[in-house]
């Protein structure tokens, strides 16, 4: 009997390195990677959480991996959790018209809107982009000594706002939303893009003047935010995806998104996952699921649409993909998130947060469609 | 150690067998069945699904269930939902006044104004009740050309308003309900029921008038809906259980109840579910949950309650709840749901909804009675 | 293959007594004791229940459960849940301002307002708080013939506003809140506690006059209730927490915390548990869960505090606590909780509450903090 108990123990013990060897031995097995998803999400749903409020930016963020996972499956259990979330929060964004984090909200609400006619009030978002593209505000002019110098004054807002103008612009058939968009993101691009080292700091606070308070990491490095270039490339994807092709300033995008998915694709850890501080990986030396979630959305996006050398980034983003599986638990929910912050910090395999959830399902919703 | 591991695969692989062998071959374990709601129910409330809103047919349907469970197992598990729904929702009905669907929500309301005096707010089904017997509209008078030639012109609609109009009428002791309601149930009686057939036509689109044009199956029989024939069925059973053993009418509904039950005996697949389509069943020749459990309550109901003979019908009933049972997975999702239409559709291991739990637990409440 | 099955069986029927006999023989187990506390709120969150409203006195209880939790853990899996029900209940107590129970809600959203500065909407509870203790009602003045003879007339409103009180005066740095409590839980200190057996009389129907008409156990025992005492010394606790060492009047709730729990200790059951009829444990010869979750908190605060005897006391909550965690389902649900009610009743192992798991959670978080 104690023999019985103990081999069954050995075996239980062994189960779960059986399994990853075998998963990273082997390709994507897309059945699997459909299960990972619905568990996140599942485990998401039941485990709300916000900053602010329930249409934040944190939730927002979730909700756009909910929306592509459904596009990506069409399975009726993300399209189901979509429109619970869109009627309980009455379909608004939230509070502030100028902050470009209250807006990401309404990327799910406009795929709603498209598969189930009838059902959204469009009548907030609309209210909120005309605002905030053209409503005055300190923000838009800068403000003196301040970190907002334009109105998208920090990386993370080329994901909030960019995407969901698309949409818009593409719904109305109105290219004016993008021409303000491509202006307003010229802006962010100038300030904060470092066309040396082809990522984005997260904000001026992040760029070099080249005087003794120039924030470096202990390697002499500058600082580039793992999740703040996730945001970005992502945002290129989604923007890139609903743009129409003939739209004259698309190879401005196309462009600057070859050229970060170039530089992700450098700094992978050799695990697959990248590190919070990506020239400086020894900082925090562990994978983090957003800025990871991010980036294997962004590229394996690329590869599907022909974009990116398939031959070369397949293995990046297959490699990426089973590290990311590997955080998740058991039960669904998906670790080594870093919490809320605007730099670099540690994460564990117990820190979770919806935007993370979500950037798991982003990535899941392109890795599905890779084929093998 | 690998022949260890080879052993214990084995097993774990039989005992899905094991235990639909074990299942089928014994009587109905009621433990068991109440364990199975519980995890059905379970599911459903982590998977908030509706159409229209959370006060439409699909939930109100889905709470039908909830509210016959608990009726049955006075596990408060069930009574915490219902409340929970019911007070989230405001005790409101959906919107249109003469849309049956929209008031099949208030059964759940008057069940918990039933065991919980002072909670429920019976004003918007009141008013909700009133307009939609007498309030004008272009459906009852019947629209040109339309499918709208009644008020209740789609079988469903027997389901969905006059149950609720049999509880109110005996909470307020006030048979006028009852007399309009028979007005109303007559309509459609006349329009849809096919008198050889003994089933109803989903709607007037299924009637046959002689000519070329006339819908039929493969096997040139009439198009005849399980789900539909399971709204009418199911609906009977929950009208007979409320109207008063005096009321005039009574044995309208009791005659038409025992001719359909007898009719849908018939049709009964070997397995123990119905398929969609219950003339043709070789057009998508798989048992269907939603029909299969309205069918498997509305059966089980008249056995228990000395209309229907006990020793004729209790092998389809447990045929039938232990093949429901087996369309449940570990997780308590109830599968094999067709999707919302109007006709015969397929459904799968994976297709769910809420109603097909609502109708799973209506099944499961009943069957709690059966004794062995 | 027979054999392995029989096999497998038996160590699968052995393994709760192999891991009950572990924990009961070991000391407390820190990691699993947030482990069970984490399961037990994802149970109840999924399960939401209420009485009168998601804001009584039952969920308000249970928060205060989660509150400590996330005070004790610092595991935002705890602060998310008490962010997301204070956001849907627009951080308001429930109705009625002359009732102690509809304001122990308010218990949370302090605590939240703590933790993340400009979320919480304080006016509601502001306005209930001085409505409570100033603005005219029966009950303060007493009614005629009735149980309201005073405004806090039950010995359960000792948890339910108190606390809640102390909070808000330390918040607002204001005693006349604490000096306004005092009197008025003089009051029901004066009317209920019974100063032989230093436990309190649930209110004045528990009350001996010397008739033969006094409520007693068979056994010719005073009825004390064991939830109701847990609601006293439990509140005695949160109470002592937060009010100022140098309050005027502490030494008055000192005293009776000691007491009572001296009392507590001797009539604690040797399985850890204590019955619901604490000195007639042959009324209902079980352990509840409610009543011993709030003894055990106390009493473990009392230790953690250095206001209890360490040797004397760990061995009783050590006790109390592995017999607690072993009323937890392997799902998370915590049983053997007592239903609603105002005196001893039975409970069984499927019987739970909210307010059950609140008990539970305020008893792991003190538990978390003893050490070994």
Known sequence: MIHMIRLIKYVIRLLPIISITFLTAQKIDTKNVEVSMVKAMEWQEQHPIFTSAPTDWTNG????G?????????NPIFSAALKNMGYQNEWKPWDRFYHADDIIISYSYLYVNEIRKGMVDLEPTERFLTDHLYKPHPWREGIEGKDQQILWWWCDALFMAPPVLTVYSKLTNDRSYLDKMHELYLETYDLLYDKEEHLFARDIRFLWKGTDKDLKEENGKKIFWSRGNGWVIGGLALILEDMPKDYQHRDFYLKLYKEMAAKIKEVQHSDGLWRTSLLSPESYDHGEVSGSGFYTFALTWGINN???NKKEYTPVVTKAWNALQNCQKENGMVGWVQDIGASPEPASADSWQNFGTGAFLLAGSEILKLGN
Chains 1, 2, 3 share one sequence.
């Open 61 to 64: 963020a979730y909700y756009v």
């Open 66 to 74: 909910v929306t592509k996972a459904h596009e990506s499956t069409k």
């Open 306 to 308: 022909g974009i990116l």
